[in-house]
Each structure stands twice: as structure tokens, then as C-alpha cells.
């Protein structure tokens, strides 16, 4: 099954405490992105890919990182959280130029 | 820079019914993508439905179509024969077309669709 999987779907950790949140895809797709999605403002995109070792800042890159060692698979990291990275995280990703953007399953991070 | 903006915060339909969610943008291209993406209380986001800007064809995904209007830029999404499993938050967004295009999608804040049994 065609998919973006997103691990883990929920965390919970504390203020400073380094985590990364796994996103793949299996579609062989060359671009991927990650998303934050907070109340009353939309989805904003953090980072993105256009393929591997090809990475860009989004909107709202501040405190995180990603990486793109190979093509299936681009972790978001957090090197050192902060409760204003609570959110709902996306990871999505597409074909390329022209194509819908698929999403994965969304991550849930409480950051105290 | 483009902004999609959705009017509605929150609209409610009777079962079987049908109900419109608006959304506007705001470019100077002329190549562009549009989308309309559900977001259930799961969570996960869903494409619902795409359209091309070159397209003037209204697009239409079984009870789900769009009232493109390119000149007014508008983009609204219609949804027929109303059921309770469309009840979820509708989000607009805009991707532009352009060759340096970094594929990123624009979005609107969201309509709340309720769907009265």
C-alpha cells in the first residue's frame, strides 16, 4: 500500500530533551516536507526536500533540522525542544512538479 | 507573496443536503495548483480535490466539485448529497506552478463542516 508513515503518532518529552520524528514514504517520491499545524493558523511548512541530500528552509525553520540521506526517508529533529514546538507535525510527500502532495498520519508532541 | 483565505470558520448542512465552502486566493501567477483537503477528527489529511489553474474544466470527484472562477479567484468547494462522514475541517491551498517553484502548499485556516443527522 502507497503510504507516509510518521513515528511516533504521539510524544510527550521535556523542555531541552533531543528527539527526532521519523518520516517515510514508499512511492518513490522525490519531494518530501514537514508541516507544524497549530489552532487558528493553518498548516506552515518547517522544512523541505526537493530530493536526497536537497534541503530547504520553509516558513518556520527555527529549532529544527532534517536530513536526506536517502530517498524514502526525511527525519525531523529537534535538537533541543522548547514548548512552543507543541503542534501537530506533518511529513508529506509528492512526485514532483505539478503532483498533490500525499500526508502521513500526523505527530502529536507535548512538549513540557 | 499568495494568501488563501477561507470566510467560513464553521458552516452545518442537513444529512443529504448540499452545502458550499468558499475560498479565495490572492496571486500574480498564472500557474498554479489549487486543493481542497479534509482533515477528519482522526487527524490525517485527505485530498479531497485538485485543480489546475490551466484547466477552465471545473473539476469533480464523485459528489465532490469545485466552482473555479480564476478571474475572481475563487475556489469553492461543493459538496452534494451531504453525509455524517464528511463532517470534518475543509482546508483551501494554493501551490504554485512556476519551474522554481519550491512546491509549497499555501493554506487557509479551515472551515468546520457539520453535518446534522
Known amino acids: 500500500e502507497a503510504q507516509v508513515t510518521q513515528n511516533p503518532r504521539y510524544l510527550i518529552t521535556v523542555t531541552g530533551k533531543k528527539l527526532t520524528v521519523t518520516c517515510s514514504q514508499n512511492?518513490?517520491?522525490?519531494?518530501m516536507s514537514w508541516y507544524r499545524q497549530d489552532p487558528g493558523l493553518g498548516l506552515r511548512q518547517i522544512y523541505y526536500?526537493?530530493?536526497?541530500?536537497?534541503?530547504d528552509k520553509g516558513d518556520v525553520p527555527e529549532g529544527y533540522k532534517v536530513s536526506r540521506k536517502e530517498k524514502r526517508n526525511f527525519p525531523l529533529i529537534l535538537e533541543s525542544p522548547s514548548p512552543n514546538q507543541t503542534s501537530l507535525y506533518f511529513c508529506?510527500?509528492?512526485?514532483?512538479?505539478?503532483?498533490?502532495?500525499?500526508f502521513g498520519p500526523g505527530t502529536r508532541l507535548l512538549v513540557l | 507573496a499568495q494568501t488563501v483565505t477561507q470566510s467560513q470558520p464553521e458552516m452545518s448542512v442537513q444529512e443529504a443536503e448540499t452545502v458550499t465552502l468558499s475560498c479565495t486566493y490572492d496571486?500574480?501567477?498564472?500557474?498554479?495548483?489549487l486543493f481542497w483537503y479534509k482533515q477528519p477528527p482522526s487527524r490525517q489529511m485527505i485530498l479531497v480535490i485538485r485543480?489546475?489553474?490551466?484547466k477552465q474544466q471545473n473539476a469533480t470527484e464523485n459528489r465532490f466539485s469545485v466552482n473555479f472562477q480564476k478571474a475572481a479567484k475563487s475556489f469553492s468547494l461543493k459538496i452534494s448529497d451531504s453525509q455524517l462522514g464528511d463532517a470534518a475541517m475543509y482546508f483551501c491551498?494554493?501551490?504554485?506552478?512556476?519551474?522554481?517553484?519550491?512546491?509549497?502548499?499555501?493554506w487557509g485556516a479551515g472551515t468546520k463542516l457539520i453535518i446534522k443527522p
Open positions: 508529506a510527500s509528492s512526485p514532483g512538479q505539478g503532483h498533490t502532495q500525499y
Open positions: 512511492m518513490n517520491h522525490e519531494y
Open positions: 526536500s526537493m530530493n536526497v541530500e536537497v534541503t
Open positions: 491551498a494554493y501551490r504554485s506552478g512556476g519551474m522554481d517553484s519550491n512546491y509549497q502548499l499555501i
Open positions: 496571486t500574480s501567477e498564472s500557474d498554479y495548483y
Open positions: 485543480q489546475e489553474a490551466y
